[in-house]
């Protein structure tokens, strides 16, 4: 056993001593060369420029100045039992309707006969009258510049001068008129201050009751129409009070 450990140390030595000695020969003989790899890395430098992007909100307090266009509404007093009659103001026309009822007294507008019907409009502007005949027999409507107080001749013309003619013209008045169940429109433009009749110009009508009277007056600001309980007697107008 002894001379196997011996054996064994031997060997040892005999392999150290040669791994040496290949060491030394080896390292007197050959210089290695060493490659150097440089590995470069080319390091991205992404300088990040955070751009602070500030939004300034610019709050424009803008004062809205509301122009409060307040549309003032005149109050206009109007005498008792009188009521408005449908209007343009922009234009300044008055709408004047007038229905020749089957119902009552042969000859009416509107129920009313000898001047019982008033009709009160602002001078200068322009009055449209609307003329629907509902009876069996023509009528028309006319705007007679009176210089008599009532109608008081079968033709119309010999107590005014006809300014306006609805449902009949210069020539036929007296005896053409809105046929049963037509209409008829006409326009007077600027109608002067004074004082009118709306009346029927077939032979004998106006004579018989069938007109109204048509104020125009500087004092008047809204249109408006007023039934009398009497017949009108006279062409008399001191300038209206309402208005």
Not at 6 to 26: K, P, Q, R, T
Not at 33 to 52: K, W
Request: glycine content about 6%; some cysteine; aromatic content about 10%.
């Amino acid at each position: 056993m002894n001379t196997t450990i011996i054996i064994a140390a031997v060997v040892i030595i005999i392999v150290v001593i040669g791994l040496a000695s290949y060491f030394l020969f080896f390292h007197h003989t050959t210089s290695p060369s060493i490659t150097s790899v440089t590995t470069s890395y080319m390091t991205s430098s992404s300088t990040t420029t955070t751009t602070s992007s500030t939004t300034s909100t610019s709050t424009t307090s803008t004062t809205s100045t509301s122009t409060s266009s307040t549309s003032t509404t005149s109050t206009v007093s109007l005498p008792p039992g009188a009521y408005k009659l449908p209007y343009n103001p922009n234009n300044k026309t008055v709408f004047i309707y007038l229905v020749v009822s089957a119902v009552g007294y042969q000859f009416n507008y509107n129920g009313t006969s000898y001047g019982q019907l008033k009709i009160y409009v602002p001078a200068g502007w322009n009055v449209m009258v609307i003329l629907t005949n509902e009876q069996s027999i023509p009528h028309n409507a006319n705007i007679v510049l009176n210089n008599t107080p009532t109608p008081n001749n079968a033709n119309i013309a010999q107590d005014g001068k006809i300014l306006l003619y609805v449902g009949d013209s210069p020539s036929n008045y007296m005896n053409n008129g809105v046929p049963p169940q037509g209409t008829a429109v006409g326009i007077l433009d600027n109608i002067s201050a004074g004082y009118y009749w709306i009346a029927c110009g077939i032979y004998g009508h106006a004579e018989s009751g069938m007109w109204v009277d048509l104020i125009a007056s500087n004092s008047v600001t809204v249109p408006y129409a007023i039934i009398s309980s009497s017949s009108s007697t006279s062409s008399s107008t001191s300038s209206p009070a309402w208005g």
